[in-house]
């Protein structure tokens, strides 16, 4: 933890992140059972076990907060201040042992009489890989910091020098066109990554590894903490459009600051169709690959 900074939230929440953390890379060392919470969508005995800690610990040291866990916790929903709850972000990745999943605390403040639906104000994020040992924390005016060291967003000013990050949640995969962003941003950047955990890739935005990362069909246990990481460490967090990024808005797209116009720009042609790089299909690379082998015989 970052030496005098006065945490009002973190000083207690990390270590409970980092015990979740703990817990979790024990259940990696020696395998774990999954099973099905949807046609499409894994859960583990991880879990569950991390978000049952999660919920003991969190409820031990904030008794006047609500809970909103991923695993379906669902306690004191009229606080005042309710922690989004990710026990295990990146459960497909931990179930076949790909090393790529983490903890997730966020925290936001909800004034009374505040409707559900409607946001509230980020105030608090902890994201802790345990596999890496790697600590992400902010608190809103305070800074982001990685490990106790301060953090910011990286510098890249153009898309052709950024590398990016996106994702494909498994529940409607194929519903939503982010195959076709990935084709366009692929050919306008230094690249793209695809690592399973959109926690780790927020904070990864905030630490400057990634300089811009967006994702379709996300919910607020997924976004709560590295959103607040982000927008401490110097970036930006927004809609698809450019509107102020909600936590029930379903999308997310985070930059470095930089980078948000000319991503905006290209977000706004592929939803119009314009400006398009042509993607080659199958048939057609078939059609071309036979032809060159033919005018080599």
Known sequence: ??????????????????????????????????????????????????????????????????????????????????????????????????????????LEHRPPGLPEGQDGTLVAGVIYDPLRDELFVAEQGKGAYLNGRSMYGSKVPYLGEALLATGFPSRSRHANPNAHFYHELTMRTHGLRRAGSAALDLAYVAAGRIDAYWEFNLNPWDTAAGTLLVLEAGGTVTQFDGKPFLLDSREVLATNGRLLPEVLTVFADMFAGRNLAPLLSPAEFAAQRKSRVESAE
């Open 1 to 106: 933890m970052p030496q005098g900074v006065a945490w009002s939230w973190i000083g207690q929440a990390a270590p409970i992140a980092q015990e979740a953390g703990a817990l979790l890379r024990e259940f990696y060392a020696r395998g774990v059972a999954t099973e099905y919470k949807t046609d499409v969508d894994l859960v583990t005995e991880a879990d569950r076990a991390s978000e049952k800690l999660l919920l003991e610990r969190l409820t031990a040291a904030f008794p006047e907060h609500g809970i909103f866990g991923e695993e379906g916790t669902r306690t004191r929903l009229d606080a005042e201040y309710r922690w989004y709850v990710d026990p295990l972000d990146g459960t497909t990745n931990f179930a076949h042992g790909f090393p790529a999943f983490c903890v997730s605390l966020g």
